[in-house]
């Protein structure tokens, strides 16, 4: 199975300020279709996960733009250019290129 | 919108099978897309249990993969999963959601 690595687990963020969440993958995600399926997912809690971004660096519809995705490989992260209170909760990189599909360990954010 | 909405018993006995239906509104599942079943244990991350398209294909995590069966039924808008011989380690919240978890139901606790 692809083991996905997140770092850090433990992200305490000033309201205002960036965010940054890295995700590693134990084999490389290009799928031979030539796609990245390298997913984002946030929970907020009590709630089910929300799929913030897709195949790396797509916004899923009204996620706000303060979110963005990068990567390529083995290697990606996902930044919150100003962190609201809203944003409090856990993130999932989630991988659906190779069977089984796996998910990080999640990064839990709050705020400072 | 789609929408998904997870049902079945909440509570277990050990060696039983656990049966869960997603009804889906808003969408309908002959249209396309694959549907999944994931599962959250409590205070844990989240594990994807297994896939389903209309067509009735199915893709099973390998560790699940002799105690699950998932279907479909068009004509409901449903799918379903089914994992027998439950022990404690199945205690999860069960999430169906379509595709690569663009849209998700609320989640269903089920305690073995």
């Known amino acids: 199975d692809v083991v996905m690595t997140q770092s850090p687990l433990s992200l305490p963020v000033t309201l205002g300020q960036p965010a940054s969440i890295s995700c590693r993958s134990s084999?490389?995600?290009?799928?031979?279709?030539?796609?990245?399926?390298l997913h984002w997912l946030q929970q907020r809690p009590g709630l089910s996960p929300r799929r913030q971004v897709y195949q790396v660096s797509n916004r899923d519809s009204g996620v706000p733009d303060r979110f963005s995705g990068s990567g390529s490989g083995t290697d990606f992260t996902l930044k919150i250019s100003r962190v609201e209170a809203e944003d409090v909760g856990i993130y999932y990189c989630?991988?659906?290129?190779?069977?089984?599909?796996?998910f990080g360990q999640g990064t839990k954010l709050e705020i400072k | 919108q789609v929408q998904l909405q997870e049902s079945g018993p909440g509570l277990l006995k050990p060696s039983e099978t656990l049966s869960l239906t997603c009804t889906v509104s808003?969408?309908?599942?002959?249209?396309?897309?694959?549907w999944a079943w994931i599962r959250q244990p409590p205070g844990k991350g989240l594990e994807w249990i297994g896939s389903i398209y209309r067509s009735g294909t199915t893709y099973y995590h390998p560790s699940l993969k002799s105690r699950v069966i998932m279907s479909v039924d068009t004509s409901k808008n449903q799918f379903s999963l089914k994992l027998n011989s439950v022990t404690a380690a199945d205690t999860a919240v069960y999430y169906c959601?379509?595709?690569?978890?663009?849209?998700w139901g609320q989640g269903t606790l089920v305690t073995v």
């Open positions: 989630m991988q659906t290129t190779h069977w089984p599909y796996t």
């Open positions: 959601t379509r595709g690569f978890g663009d849209s």
């Open positions: 084999q490389n995600l290009v799928h031979s279709d030539g796609n990245t399926y």
């Open positions: 808003g969408y309908s599942i002959s249209s396309g897309y694959y």
